[in-house]
């Protein structure tokens, strides 16, 4: 053991401890009272909350050839929409669906920005909602402001009651509508007539109910902010010819405020007048003269709010709009703006969206309303049932997806003299299916010994322009 | 409430796309619970179907929060 003398005595190293971080991992929500917009792009919203809004409250409502017209029937696991039933074997066109979804909302990214989240989004849109309904009865952002910090008084419970009261109503029709696209709507009027809701549909109205009314009225830009997957991998579309809400730095800074009718080169200032109105009216709470963030839907709000102040000051209108980065940059106009929309990104991303839009509407026209499921009668493989003949037996599952009963023809092929030897006509119920047995015969040298392929083949009575065939294996045996 | 939304809300994202995979592919008529057919009706199923996926997904969202902890948040302890 060596000893140590004193000046090589280890040095002491002081240990502090570091604050821990956990409390400061989430911040706290500093509630917001979004002040009311006008203008171009609060009218567009409000338009897109009127058609969706029409289309949701309203489809289940419509009746097309005697039923709901657009239903999502869970219970007979069939899917009406207008002239069209889609059966669970119709699952590939529901995926085609999502892809279209998905590139639209790629398209739509790489071209302007979040559009959806901004104007159509039903987060966006119920917010707008329910925050209308909040303005009418509790008055403007001032206002309710000062509710919220003030006393807890008749006044404030009286005011609150109604506007949790109306949001609750709301939210209930909305649960209403949103279980009425899945069960019945007629059933469900009995049962509101009744009072006899049976307990799943309670529970999904309330369920969906209690979501509306949690998102719209409380989480509101939470919801964007903390939940929205698209939120955060948004900024893979954007590219620099984006559009985006962009705030124009080099013709606002520095900011400053000014008495109105002075110059603003005079007085070295540029032309945002800092008013703080492009914060107030945003529904995230930000602030976009600090630069594109991922928090902003893209709802324009500021921009109408901008134009509104600047015409008030006698300045041109835009010092919030709708640009690129490129644009600003370059100061380039609109039309350089437009020359650039056509770019690989939007390209790549419209040719697929185009490509698949177009597969769909084939596929759709080209569906065939008439399915046929071969199974072979697992008790007997192949019998011999004199004059040379062997036969095999089969289970048919045909499926008539229209909505008007039909006949249909069997008939076998594949083997020298092969044939039914049962009925060969089978009625089919409207949007039904029907189970036959078939017994097929064939002479025992008509093929090899063991499995041949033989084929079934469906043609409806009076229609033969609708035709099904499907392969299936024929037995022989000594 | 943002820990409630973590472990909430993706797991509901993924029950959704779980429910509607699942019995897309499997008509609940055919299955069998504890070796007895089940007898609900279908709305039940696929309510309670949605039901469970969503609490498997919350375990597992919950357990991912609980071991995403920091080693002076366990310290701290």
């Given at each position: 053991?060596?000893?140590?003398?004193?000046?090589?005595?280890?040095?002491?190293?002081?240990?502090?401890?570091?604050?821990?971080?956990?409390?400061?991992?989430?911040?706290?929500r500093?509630?917001?009272?979004?002040?009311?917009?006008?203008?171009?792009?609060?009218?567009?919203?409000?338009?897109?909350?009127?058609?969706?809004?029409?289309?949701?409250?309203?489809?289940?409502?419509?009746?097309?050839?005697?039923?709901?017209?657009?239903?999502?029937?869970?219970?007979?696991?069939?899917?009406?929409?207008?002239?069209?039933?889609?059966?669970?074997?119709?699952?590939?066109?529901?995926?085609?669906?999502?892809?279209?979804?998905?590139?639209?909302?790629?398209?739509?990214?790489?071209?302007?920005?979040?559009?959806?989240?901004?104007?159509?989004?039903?987060?966006?849109?119920y917010?707008?909602?329910?925050?209308?309904?909040?303005e009418?009865?509790?008055?403007?952002?001032?206002?309710?402001?000062?509710?919220?910090?003030g006393?807890?008084?008749?006044?404030?419970?009286?005011?609150?009651s109604?506007?949790?009261?109306?949001?609750?109503?709301?939210?209930?029709?909305?649960?209403?509508t949103?279980?009425?696209y899945?069960?019945?709507?007629?059933?469900?009027?009995?049962?509101?007539?009744?009072?006899?809701?049976?307990?799943?549909?309670?529970?999904?109205?309330?369920?969906?109910?209690?979501?509306?009314?949690?998102?719209?009225?409380l989480?509101?830009?939470?919801?964007?902010?903390?939940?929205c997957?698209?939120?955060?991998?948004?900024?893979?579309?954007?590219?620099?010819?984006?559009?985006?809400?962009?705030?124009?730095?080099?013709?606002?800074?520095?900011?400053?405020?000014?008495?109105?009718?002075?110059?603003?080169?005079?007085?070295?200032?540029g032309?945002?007048?800092?008013?703080?109105?492009?914060?107030?009216?945003?529904?995230?709470?930000?602030?976009?003269?600090?630069?594109?963030?991922?928090?902003?839907?893209?709802?324009?709000?500021?921009?109408?709010?901008?134009?509104?102040?600047?015409?008030?000051?006698?300045?041109?209108?835009?010092?919030?709009?709708?640009?690129?980065?490129?644009?600003?940059?370059?100061?380039?106009?609109?039309?350089?703006?437009?020359?650039?929309?056509?770019?690989?990104?939007?390209?790549?991303?419209?040719?697929?969206?185009?490509?698949?839009c177009?597969?769909?509407?084939?596929?759709?026209?080209?569906?065939?309303?008439?399915?046929?499921?071969?199974?072979?009668?697992?008790?007997?493989?192949?019998?011999?049932?004199?004059?040379?003949?062997?036969?095999?037996?089969?289970?048919?599952?045909?499926?008539?997806?229209?909505?008007?009963?039909?006949?249909?023809?069997?008939?076998?092929?594949?083997?020298?003299?092969?044939?039914?030897?049962?009925?060969?006509?089978?009625?089919?119920?409207?949007?039904?299916?029907?189970?036959?047995?078939?017994?097929?015969?064939?002479?025992r040298?008509?093929?090899?010994?063991?499995s041949?392929?033989?084929?079934?083949?469906?043609?409806?009575v009076?229609?033969?322009?609708v035709?099904?065939?499907?392969?299936?294996?024929?037995?022989?045996?000594? | 409430?943002?820990?409630?939304?973590?472990?909430l809300?993706?797991?509901?994202?993924?029950?959704?796309?779980?429910?509607?995979?699942?019995?897309?592919?499997v008509?609940?008529?055919?299955?069998?619970?504890?070796?007895?057919?089940?007898?609900?009706?279908?709305?039940?199923?696929y309510?309670?179907?949605?039901?469970?996926?969503?609490?498997?997904?919350?375990?597992?969202?919950?357990?991912t929060?609980?071991?995403?902890?920091?080693?002076?948040?366990?310290?701290?302890?």
């Amino acid at each position: 053991m060596v000893e140590k003398t004193r000046s090589e005595k280890a040095r002491v190293v002081p240990i502090k401890p570091v604050a821990p971080e956990s409390d400061s991992l989430y911040e706290v929500r500093q509630k917001l009272h979004v002040r009311s917009v006008s203008g171009i792009f609060a009218r567009w919203r409000w338009a897109l909350v009127w058609i969706t809004q029409l289309v949701f409250y309203g489809l289940p409502w419509l009746t097309w050839n005697d039923r709901q017209a657009v239903l999502f029937h869970l219970t007979e696991r069939k899917f009406y929409i207008f002239g069209w039933v889609f059966w669970p074997q119709d699952v590939f066109y529901l995926a085609i669906i999502l892809i279209i979804s998905a590139y639209a909302l790629f398209f739509f990214t790489a071209v302007a920005g979040r559009l959806w989240c901004g104007y159509a989004c039903p987060q966006t849109v119920y917010t707008e909602m329910f925050m209308w309904i909040e303005e009418k009865i509790e008055g403007d952002h001032n206002k309710r402001r000062k509710l919220e910090e003030g006393p807890m008084n008749a006044r404030r419970i009286g005011l609150r009651s109604a506007k949790y009261g109306a949001w609750g109503l709301l939210s209930l029709w909305t649960g209403f509508t949103f279980v009425a696209y899945f069960s019945p709507l007629e059933e469900l009027l009995v049962a509101i007539a009744t009072l006899s809701f049976g307990p799943w549909e309670t529970f999904w109205i309330l369920f969906y109910g209690a979501f509306t009314y949690i998102f719209a009225g409380l989480l509101r830009e939470q919801v964007c902010k903390y939940m929205c997957p698209y939120a955060r991998f948004q900024g893979v579309m954007f590219d620099p010819d984006t559009l985006v809400i962009t705030y124009d730095e080099e013709r606002g800074e520095p900011r400053g405020s000014r008495r109105k009718g002075a110059d603003p080169r005079a007085l070295g200032v540029g032309d945002c007048v800092d008013c703080g109105i492009c914060v107030q009216v945003c529904p995230t709470g930000i602030d976009i003269r600090d630069g594109l963030q991922y928090e902003c839907i893209g709802c324009a709000a500021c921009i109408d709010a901008c134009d509104q102040v600047m015409e008030r000051m006698s300045y041109p209108p835009g010092l919030i709009r709708y640009s690129t980065e490129n644009a600003v940059k370059k100061h380039w106009g609109s039309r350089e703006i437009l020359q650039h929309v056509a770019r690989p990104r939007t390209l790549v991303y419209g040719g697929v969206l185009a490509a698949i839009c177009i597969a769909l509407v084939v596929g759709l026209a080209n569906r065939t309303d008439l399915r046929m499921d071969i199974l072979r009668d697992r008790a007997v493989l192949a019998r011999e049932v004199g004059d040379g003949l062997i036969e095999n037996v089969y289970r048919l599952q045909i499926m008539n997806m229209v909505e008007v009963p039909r006949t249909v023809r069997i008939g076998v092929s594949g083997l020298d003299g092969i044939r039914l030897a049962n009925s060969e006509e089978v009625a089919l119920p409207a949007a039904g299916t029907e189970s036959v047995t078939v017994r097929v015969r064939a002479p025992r040298e008509s093929g090899e010994l063991g499995s041949n392929q033989i084929h079934f083949q469906l043609e409806v009575v009076g229609d033969a322009s609708v035709r099904v065939r499907e392969a299936t294996t024929f037995l022989l045996t000594q | 409430m943002l820990r409630w939304i973590l472990v909430l809300w993706p797991s509901f994202l993924v029950a959704g796309i779980a429910e509607v995979v699942f019995f897309t592919v499997v008509n609940p008529q055919q299955l069998y619970l504890f070796g007895e057919a089940v007898e609900y009706s279908l709305i039940a199923t696929y309510s309670i179907g949605f039901l469970a996926f969503w609490l498997v997904c919350a375990a597992s969202s919950l357990l991912t929060l609980f071991l995403q902890q920091g080693p002076a948040d366990v310290n701290a302890r």
